[in-house]
């Protein structure tokens, strides 16, 4: 047999393929050419019919597809940490009045690394937080920059704040720090849709595809007054709801203008509400199978029969803020009604991490504690959830997710020569309960080797790390945020949070008296 040239051939490894047919080779091999897997098997196999440029003797490591995070947030790396509990973090004070675009192209290079050495090698980055920093395109720009250097594969989703977010303080302000004196300026709803449609249009299918563009809708079906807490919730007029509906709407019509996916939040009752308020008609315009719901935490049997009925997908996050009062998102029901689901991270803070590894046995562990079952969730449908099944809500399933002849050569190795990895006997269960973002070696994007031996290849990791580092301390002179780290001593000796200001006397007396 005539043997064939490549570009790169990883060899002797444990691969887990995440295709239909759920392969794994004990001792597998990858083919790659250009930026396409030409070839999946046997070592010996595969060995005997190529002709590499390069070959990467992966013996003692795992080969699998790149994971795929659907939900996560431009701008939360750097501000990892800062937060207090009853007065939260500081996204809008930083985003909007501390933040310039060299700040989000350092955010983009911080994100973009951590999550290459994660093994992500496709993500979502919302721009921001509720509202998200949609007044103006070179934030986006810049931060799809940053993507486009170290070599990751993103969506950037931008977008209309929630319509009634801080409506007693308006008009919504940002902060420019071009000039030699700080200018605060004024921007409207109005203005962040054409931001985001311009965005949307020129940004989708940069650095050869790598980069990709969403329609970010907070809330694109409202909040359920009955289940939301916090300074997100208030309870809508009839003329509210009118305008969810006409800006629904219009979401849509973006959506479909650009054929990209509608990304936002929803949690329990979140659909049943828009069901009931919206009306069926309307609802059914602005849902489809383009719309992600982020979070998805403890939704109703109603809430999941919409989902299904119109093609909604869910990006469940395991341990984000909802869950302490609305339960886990109900990956497990999800599936079972035929809804398309990932696990995502809604990384990076305050207290969220983009290791999607840890994701796995988080929600593993979540469902089995809701529904009283381990059998619930196996290990192998768990990592398909960060893979194949996740790259089919962004719909690049035949793209990305799998290790295929002819799919992007989007592949990472593990270090499975370690103490908390051996034995390696049941890879899918290693993969779900032990294997952990920096256990991650290799990471192959679109064919090219951007991280060897935990080193990046496309960038300098230190400058990255400085430029952050600067760019924090300079939003930080610009914006005071002591008051989110200031702890007293009730923060390390007591029984909660010293927030006392935020409690009611009323709260106290109760709680004391539990205690």
Not at 124 to 144: C, F, K, Q
Not at 194 to 200: A, M, P
Not at 244 to 268: C, P, Q, S
Not at 269 to 285: D, I, K
Request: hydrophobic residues 40%; contains cysteine.
């Amino acid at each position: 047999m005539e043997e064939s040239r490549v570009d790169l051939l990883i060899m002797n490894a444990i691969v887990v393929t995440v295709d239909d047919g759920n392969r794994v080779f004990d001792d597998g091999a990858i083919a790659v050419r250009g930026d396409r897997i030409v070839d999946v098997g046997p070592s010996q196999e595969v060995a005997k019919r190529y002709v590499a440029d390069r070959v990467i003797d992966a013996h003692r490591m795992l080969a699998m597809p790149g994971l795929v995070d659907t939900y996560a947030h431009a701008g939360h790396g750097m501000i990892k940490g800062i937060y207090r509990a009853g007065i939260g973090w500081p996204t809008t004070e930083v985003y909007f009045h501390g933040s310039t675009p060299d700040w989000w192209h350092a955010d983009g290079l911080l994100t973009a690394v951590e999550r290459v050495k994660y093994g992500v090698t496709t993500g979502v980055s919302i721009m921001g937080a509720t509202p998200a920093r949609a007044d103006r395109p070179d934030l986006a720009e810049r931060n799809a920059e940053a993507v486009e250097t170290v070599g990751l594969r993103s969506f950037i989703g931008i977008g209309p704040p929630d319509p009634f977010i801080f409506r007693e303080t308006k008009p919504w302000t940002t902060t420019s720090y071009e000039g030699d004196q700080p200018v605060e300026e004024p921007f409207t709803y109005e203005q962040t849709i054409e931001v985001s449609r311009d965005v949307i249009g020129r940004l989708k299918g940069k650095a050869n595809g790598r980069v990709q563009t969403m329609l970010a809708v907070p809330y694109l079906c409202g909040l359920n007054p009955k289940h939301m807490k916090g300074s997100h919730c208030y309870p809508y007029s009839d003329e509210d709801v009118q305008v969810l509906v006409e800006k629904g709407l219009e979401a849509r019509e973006i959506a479909e203008e650009f054929d990209v996916i509608i990304h936002t939040h929803g949690a329990r009752g979140t659909l049943e509400w828009a069901w009931e308020n919206y009306g069926p008609g309307a609802l059914e315009q602005i849902l489809g199978e383009d719309v992600i719901f982020g979070h998805a935490n403890g939704l109703t049997d109603l809430d999941v029969s919409i989902m299904r009925q119109q093609g909604c997908a869910a990006a469940a996050v395991p341990f984000a803020p909802w869950n302490t009062y609305l339960g886990a998102c109900p990956v497990v029901k999800l599936i079972q009604n035929g809804v398309r689901v990932a696990i995502a991270t809604d990384g990076a803070a305050p207290y969220f991490v983009s290791d999607l590894f840890i994701g796995l046995h988080r929600t593993m562990f979540l469902q089995w504690m809701e529904n009283h079952d381990m059998s619930l969730l196996p290990s192998g449908r768990t990592v398909r959830l960060a893979t194949v099944e996740a790259a089919a809500l962004l719909g690049m399933d035949d793209e990305i997710g799998s290790l295929e002849v002819g799919k992007k050569a989007d592949v990472i190795l593990v270090d499975i020569n370690q103490p908390h990895l051996t034995p390696f006997k049941d890879p899918a269960n290693m993969i779900a309960w032990y294997v952990r973002g920096n256990d991650v070696d290799t990471v192959i994007i679109d064919g090219a080797v951007v991280m060897e031996g935990r080193q990046m290849l496309t960038v300098d990791e230190e400058a990255v790390l400085e430029f952050a580092r600067e760019e924090i301390e300079k939003s930080f002179e610009r914006v005071d945020v002591s008051e989110y780290l200031h702890h007293d001593e009730d923060f390390w000796s007591g029984w909660r949070s010293g927030w006392d200001s935020r409690v009611t006397q009323d709260a106290r007396a109760s709680e004391e008296g539990v205690a």
